[in-house]
C-alpha cells in the first residue's frame, strides 16, 4: 500500500468510528455544533485572513489565473459569508430518523424504513476554500463524518478553516474526526480516496470539468457528480412569445458559468417567433450557432461537435424541430441529463415532455437556471447529480442520508 | 473493442431505446404484458421441458453436481411457478410516477419529485432458469429494459423460457427489447457487462458468492448484491428464555442455506439461561463454535476466522458478551451489513441496538429468516442489497426505479 494509501485507510477508519457516533446524536446537538463552529470559524478570522494571504501570494507567485485567484481570495465578507452558510445547514431539517415508509405485516411484524446517515462521505475539491466548511457541514448535519480533500493551491486556507470549524463542532460535541482534512495535497491523495471501497461510501467532486472526469474514470466508490450540463430549452408551437423570450434570455445569459445554463436552444419550426426569437438572443449579446435551416437566417453554421459542448459562455447552439418526438431524439442523443426545459401553453404537449425526457430535472416553462438546490428550497446543496441512482438533481441533506429496515417483532419465527 | 463488447453494446443501445418506451407505459399495459408472458410461459410448456431436458442431460455428462442439477432441473410444477410468478409480479404497486416530494416555491414553482424506472438493468445469473422469467419481468414491470445473462448449463432452458416470455409481452404491447437475453454465456459477456457504464444501469448478479464476488470487484456499473449474511443474534440480559429459544433456533435451522441465516449467536454474560440455550441449539442439531467462556462449558473451540465466515450451514459461531457496546463492537468488525437482531424484553436496549447496529435490516424479537422480500410484503424480490446507497435489503420494484425532478411554472425566470 502506497503512503496516500495508509493515510487514507487510517483517516477512514477513524472516520468510521466518528459516522457511528454522528449517526445517532440528536438534531439538536448537530445544531449546535455547527452553530459553535460557525462561530469559530468567525472568532477565527484573522488566522483565516492571514493563512488566505500566504495562498494568495503563493499563488501569484506561481501565476495562477485571475479567475482562479478570484475563487481563491477570502475577505472579511466571504468568511462571514462561510460562517453564516454553516449557521443556514444547522437550521435545515434533519432527515435522520424519519420514516420512509411503514407496514405492519399479518403475522404482526411492524416493518419501518428509517433514514440513517449515509456514513463516510468524501468530498474532492479544488480551489474554494470555502466547500471546507459547505461541504463539511452538510455532511454533518446530515449525520455522516467527511474526509475533505481539497486543492494544494488554497491548502492553508483550507487548513485554517477547518482548524476553526473542527474546534467549534468538538465543542458543541461532535467527535474530533466528524470533518478531517487530508493533510497532503498531491495526487495520490485523491487516488487513494476513489479507490477506498468499503471505507469511503461516497464521493462528491466539487470542481471543474477535469477532476470530475477523473473522478468519475477512477473511482471504485460511488460518485455524486454531474460531468456537463448541456441543457435544452425547447419552445414549442403553442409558446407565447413574451415567456419563451424571457426564459430563453435567462437560461442563457444570467450566468453563463453555471451548470444549469442553456446551451441549446431548440424551437418549433412551425411556431410564428423563430426570427424574432433568435433576434432577441442575439441582440442580448449570445452568439447562435444554427442547423440549416438557422444559419440560412444570416447566423453561424453549428458544427457536429456544438450540439454536444457545454459552452459555459454566451453562446447557443440552436435548431429548429418538427415536434416533441425531434426534440426527445435530440436529447436523448446530445443531452448530458441535468435540466431540460419545455415553453409551451399546451399542456399535454409539456407533460409529455416532462415524462420522456430522461433527466434528473424536466420543466415546463421556467427558466433553467432554477437547477439549484437553494431555489429547489433544500437550503444549501452538495452538488448536482446526473446518475440515476440514488440521488439526482440537486442533492442537500436528504441526499446525504440512505434508509434502513427496522422490524419490530414480539417473538416471531419463520418456520 | 472485443466481440463481447460489441455485442453489449449493440444489446444497451436496443436496450435504452425499449426502456424509453417502458418508461411511459401505462401500468395497465405492463400487467397486461405481463400477464400475456405468463399465459405464454405456460403454452410453452413442452418446449420448455424439452430445453430443460437437454440442459439436464449435458450436465449430467458434464459431471454437474446433485445441487447444481437440482437447481436447473424443471418439471410441470416448476414450469407453472414460473408463470405464476410473473402473474404475482403483473399484480403489484406500480412505483412509477409516484410522488416522492412536493412543494411550491414562493416564486410559484411548483416541484415534484416522480418516481420513474432506472433505465436498463443487468441481471447475471447461474443455474436457475427461472431467474430468466422473474427479474425480467420485475424489471420490466418497474419500467426498466434488461438485458439477462445466465448460465452456460442452464442456456437450453434459459432461450426457451426467454422466446415464451418475450413472445408475451410482445403480444401484450411491450417492445421487443424490453427483455433481451444475452446469446453467449462465456465469461467475456459478462466481462462487457461489467464495464458497460453509461449502457447498463445497474447490475444484479444472482448467484453465488464467487459470481457476486467477481461482479463487485470488476463492475464498473453500479452493483445491487449482498456478498455474505453474516448475520447475528443478540440474546440480552432481558430477553425471555422461550423466545430467545424460539428465535434462535429458527434463525439458525429452519432453512441454513440462506442469507438471512443466523451465523453468529451473542449471549449477554449475565443472563441466567445461557448453558439452557446453547444446549436447546445444540440438540437441534447444530454444531457450536463458541470463544472461551462458551468452550469451557464444553464446546468446540472458535477459530479466529470462524466470527467472519458465513457457515450456510448447521454450524453457529457463540460468543458471550458484556452488554451493547460489545455487542455492536463484534457486529461492526464481524458482520456483513445484511440482517442481525436483537431478542430482549427491554425496550430501550432494543431501541439502542436498532439505531446502533449499521446493518440493511435490523431487528428486535423477531427471527432473522424474515429477511425476504416476499415476508416484507414487497410480493416478490430482485435481491437482498447490503451497499449503503439506493435501495438497501430486499429490493422489489421500488429499487428498481429512481426519481426525477418535474418543475413546473408560469414562465418564471431567476435573473
Known amino acids: 500500500m502506497t503512503d496516500a494509501g495508509r493515510l487514507i485507510a487510517d483517516m477512514g477508519a477513524r472516520a468510521r468510528i466518528a459516522a457511528g457516533v454522528l449517526a445517532t446524536l440528536p438534531t439538536v446537538t448537530k445544531a449546535a455544533a455547527l452553530r459553535a463552529a460557525a462561530d469559530a470559524v468567525d472568532a477565527a478570522m484573522p488566522a483565516i485572513l492571514e493563512a488566505n494571504a500566504a495562498d ?21 465578507g466571504r468568511v462571514r459569508g462561510i460562517a453564516d452558510g454553516v449557521r443556514a445547514v444547522a437550521g435545515l431539517d434533519d432527515p435522520v430518523g424519519g420514516s420512509v415508509s411503514e407496514s405492519l405485516r399479518p403475522n404482526g411484524l411492524r416493518l419501518a424504513r428509517v433514514r440513517v446517515p449515509i456514513g463516510v462521505i468524501g468530498i474532492i475539491y479544488e480551489s474554494r476554500p470555502n466547500v471546507t466548511a459547505d461541504a463539511g457541514a452538510l455532511a454533518a448535519m446530515a449525520g455522516n463524518a467527511a474526509i475533505l480533500r481539497g486543492g494544494s493551491e ?14 467549534g463542532l468538538v465543542a458543541g460535541g461532535m467527535p474530533a474526526d466528524a470533518v478531517q482534512l487530508v493533510p497532503i495535497t498531491d495526487r495520490a491523495a485523491v487516488g487513494a480516496m476513489l479507490q477506498a471501497d468499503g471505507l469511503i461510501d461516497l464521493i462528491v467532486p466539487r470542481g471543474g470539468k477535469s477532476l470530475v472526469a477523473r473522478v468519475q474514470a477512477e473511482a471504485r466508490v460511488p460518485v455524486l457528480a454531474h460531468l456537463d450540463g448541456i441543457n435544452h430549452v425547447y419552445v414549442d408551437a403553442a409558446a407565447d412569445f413574451d415567456m419563451a423570450r424571457r426564459i430563453v434570455i435567462d437560461a442563457k445569459l444570467r450566468r453563463t ?10 424551437i418549433h419550426r412551425g411556431w410564428p417567433h423563430v426570427e424574432a426569437l433568435l433576434r432577441a438572443l442575439a441582440d442580448a449579446g449570445c452568439e447562435l450557432r444554427g442547423d440549416a435551416a438557422v444559419s440560412a437566417l444570416g447566423y453561424t453554421a453549428a458544427q457536429a461537435a456544438d450540439w454536444d459542448t457545454e459552452y459555459l459562455d ?29 415553453v409551451t401553453g399546451d399542456a399535454a404537449t409539456a407533460e409529455a415532455f416532462l415524462a420522456r425526457v ?6 415546463w416553462n ?9 431555489e429547489f428550497g433544500l437550503g444549501a446543496e452538495i452538488g448536482i447529480a446526473t446518475g440515476r441512482l440514488h440521488a439526482r438533481g440537486p442533492v442537500a441533506l436528504e441526499g446525504l442520508t440512505t434508509y434502513k429496515w427496522v422490524v419490530r417483532g414480539a417473538g416471531q419465527v419463520r418456520g
Not at 454566451?314 to 419545455?342: C, M, R
Not at 421556467?366 to 437553494?374: H, K, R, Y
Open 56 to 76: 494568495m501570494a503563493a499563488g501569484a507567485a506561481n501565476g495562477l489565473s485571475g479567475a482562479m485567484l478570484d475563487r481563491l481570495r477570502l475577505d472579511e
Open 358 to 363: 430522461d433527466s434528473a430535472i424536466v420543466m
Open 366 to 374: 421556467a427558466s433553467t437556471q432554477f437547477a439549484d438546490g437553494g
Open 154 to 167: 488554497a491548502a492553508r486556507s483550507n487548513r485554517a478553516i477547518h482548524a476553526a470549524l473542527v474546534a
Open 314 to 342: 454566451a453562446i447557443a447552439s440552436v435548431a429548429l424541430v418538427d415536434g416533441l418526438d425531434d426534440v426527445i431524439a435530440h436529447i436523448d442523443a446530445h443531452g448530458s441529463h441535468h435540466t431540460d426545459a419545455i
Open 257 to 266: 458559468g453555471v451548470c444549469g445554463a442553456m446551451e441549446t436552444l431548440l
